[in-house]
Each structure stands twice: as C-alpha cells, then as structure tokens.
C-alpha cells in the first residue's frame, strides 16, 4: 500500500539548522519530526558514548530496525546529520542544508566543539560531503541542496519544503485514481 504521507530526511553538517527546519516543518505540516539522535538515546541503538567527540556510537542495523515500521508508514521529517543508511525505498525527499563556513565555523564554536570535531565539521561542509553522499545514494530528482545561513532562508526553505509536501500529495492522489 502506497503511503499518504512522504518521508523527508533533512540532513547537513552538524550547525546548519536541520532541527530548526524540522520543527518548524514538523509544527506547519502533519509530518512527524523524528530526531535520529534522540532515537539513538532514547532506545539505546547505540554501542555507548564516545568521549573524545561527545556523542553515541551508532548502533545503524538497531537503529533502521527501531524505526523501520514507524517509517514505512510514511510521514517523517527525518532529522540526521548523515542520510546514506536509510533505504531508498523509505525515502520521498532528501534535503541538504549548507551553510557559509564563517557562519558555521562560530556557530560550532559556540557549541563548544573541540577543535578536531569542530575541524572535521569544517571539512565536511566546505568538501560537501553529505551532498555528495545523498547524490551518490539516493535519485537525483528528489536531492535538494538549501542554504541555510539565517532565519529568511529557513522560513523560505520551510515553505518551499511545505509547498513540495503538497504537490507530494497531489501527486499521489491522481496516481491512486
């Protein structure tokens, strides 16, 4: 059965405002925003705490198999800093957020990053890794690439994202008919 709802990820370098996004889309649509980092927490797919970058080690076979159902089902804002483990079945949009490196580099200074984590960010965004990595993973056609430097372009991207919701669902409904 086809689903009703689309399955967006929103992904890009840790400081670029994935979550930003995915709340405010989460808050304006019926989409559910689903944040793979509290997921990871919260139903321990992970293989504990790695002290030198801060974070979880990602358990990803428990974690796809943790939200396999939930996604299938369609309507989630999937909110990660990485796309490439997510089947290209589950998957309706993917949306790549950049941002300017000067703005980037003082938000994850901010954060308090160390500097090899705050440098291996720089990296990935300035190399556009995960641009990179959703063009390699996923159909050309549902790739998007979104600046995200301050609060106009995410109140754009959000309604461009609403607005490509909407032909989704169109599109849906007159292939079902």
């Not at 670029?16 to 997921?39: F, M, P, Y």
């Not at 089902?73 to 999937?78: A, D, E, M, P, Q």
């Not at 290209?88 to 490196?101: A, C, E, N």
């Not at 600046?147 to 079902?176: F, P």
Request: a negative charge.
């Amino acid at each position: 059965m086809a689903r009703q709802s689309p399955n967006i990820i929103v992904t890009g370098t840790p400081g670029v405002g994935k979550t930003s996004h995915c709340e405010l889309l989460a808050q304006s649509s019926d989409l559910r925003h689903l944040s793979i980092n509290q997921v990871v927490k919260d139903r321990g797919c992970h293989e504990g705490w790695d002290d030198e970058y801060k974070s979880w080690i990602v358990d990803e076979d428990k974690l796809l198999d943790s939200i396999e159902d939930e996604v299938k089902r369609g309507g989630y804002i999937i909110d990660w800093h990485a796309c490439d483990l997510f089947p290209k079945s589950w998957i309706d949009l993917v949306v790549v957020l950049r941002t300017d490196s000067t703005l980037l580099y003082d938000r994850l200074a901010s954060r308090g990053y160390a500097s090899e984590k705050l440098e291996e960010n720089m990296d990935s965004e300035i190399m556009q890794v995960l641009l990179e990595e959703a063009r390699g993973s996923y159909d050309e056609e549902i790739v998007v690439e979104l600046r995200s430097n301050d609060a106009e372009d995410i109140e754009g991207n959000v309604e461009r994202i609403e607005t490509w919701i909407k032909n989704w669902r169109q599109n849906q409904s007159e292939a079902t008919t």
